[in-house]
């Protein structure tokens, strides 16, 4: 497993930006899928982007979200625009190790290590 520490989340008004980070460390010389979830109050979470052999992003934020990977850096990004009251939630990051899979994994199961998660809040 990898350990996963989020940051740049924060409150921002609808239609600004954001750029979240994760950084992983521990087992990172194994190839490992990297992606977002995210958990609004009461509701399941949710998949938002993820990065493997190419990067896929959810059909709800497609347009206005990016996923990006530095691997020299161990680290992901998601860069939110024109982000929308519903965007408000806590996003995960999650990384599944030694995955040799020939798709892009987007389900919760398919990750075995997450982040404790960071807050975004879009104001109207």
């Known amino acids: 497993q990898v350990q996963l520490e989020e940051s740049g989340g924060g409150l921002v008004q609808a239609g600004g930006s954001l750029r979240l980070s994760c950084a992983a460390s521990?087992?990172?010389?194994?190839?490992?899928?990297m992606g977002w979830f995210r958990q609004a109050p009461g509701k399941e979470r949710d998949f938002v982007a993820a990065?493997?052999?190419?990067?896929y992003v959810a059909d709800s934020v497609k347009g206005r979200f990016t996923i990006s990977r530095d691997n020299a850096k161990n680290t992901m990004f998601l860069q939110m625009n024109s982000l929308k009251p519903e965007d408000t939630a806590i996003y995960y990051c999650?990384?599944?190790?030694?995955?040799?899979?020939?798709?892009?994994?987007?389900?919760?199961?398919?990750?075995?290590?997450w982040g404790q998660g960071t807050q975004v809040t879009v104001s109207a």
């Open positions: 999650a990384a599944r190790t030694g995955y040799g899979g020939r798709w892009i994994p987007s389900r919760r199961d398919e990750y075995d290590s």
């Open positions: 990065s493997w052999s190419d990067t």
């Open positions: 521990g087992r990172t010389t194994r190839p490992y899928a």
